[in-house]
């Protein structure tokens, strides 16, 4: 089965963004820790947002771009965002010991739209809390958890990398 199109582009992406990571100047432990967090803001449930807080971090804290937004690109449309927001609200869900499926409200709501109403709105964002805080929930332990994964990774892939440059 040949891969689609979006997964060569996402793994390329991907590849190109740790290239870039190896060449940098930086200390490996600072450019592991930005890298982790834009890890964080890519699993954070800050959807719309991610691309903003990583300029804003990386401004702030005088992180190299390339580093932050490599860890935040890794949450991106073609290929992982789905994803991500299904374990997100199926983590949410399990901690708050909820089902996870959408109540039968809120499935009448999206069958059923009366986008022209006042009352529709207001169901639909009385309905939406029970999406959107396991949703939320669950992605801030996604964040915490795979940020405090990425740094050791990609500190010690960085240490390995100039020690086999110096090496040759």
Not at 31 to 39: D, H
Not at 61 to 87: C, D, M, Q, S, W
Request: hydrophobic share 50%; with cysteine.
């Amino acid at each position: 089965m040949m891969p689609d199109r979006q997964e060569c582009l996402s793994y390329e992406m991907f590849r190109a963004t740790f290239r870039r990571l190896l060449a940098l100047d930086d200390p490996p432990e600072r450019t592991a820790l930005a890298f982790s967090i834009g890890v964080f803001i890519a699993f954070s449930p800050f959807l719309g947002f991610h691309t903003i807080l990583a300029t804003l971090i990386a401004f702030l804290f005088r992180f190299n771009k390339v580093a932050i937004y490599g860890g935040t690109f890794i949450n991106n449309p073609f290929l992982t965002l789905v994803p991500i927001i299904i374990a997100s609200y199926a983590i949410g869900a399990f901690i708050l010991g909820r089902p996870l499926r959408i109540s039968a409200a809120g499935v009448e709501l999206l069958k059923d739209p009366h986008f022209l109403t006042a009352d529709y709105y207001r169901r639909l964002f009385r309905e939406s809390w029970d999406i959107v805080w396991p949703f939320t929930i669950g992605g801030m332990v996604l964040s915490v958890v795979c940020s405090l994964v990425a740094y050791p990774v990609t500190s010690s892939l960085l240490r390995a990398h100039r020690r086999s440059k110096a090496a040759n």
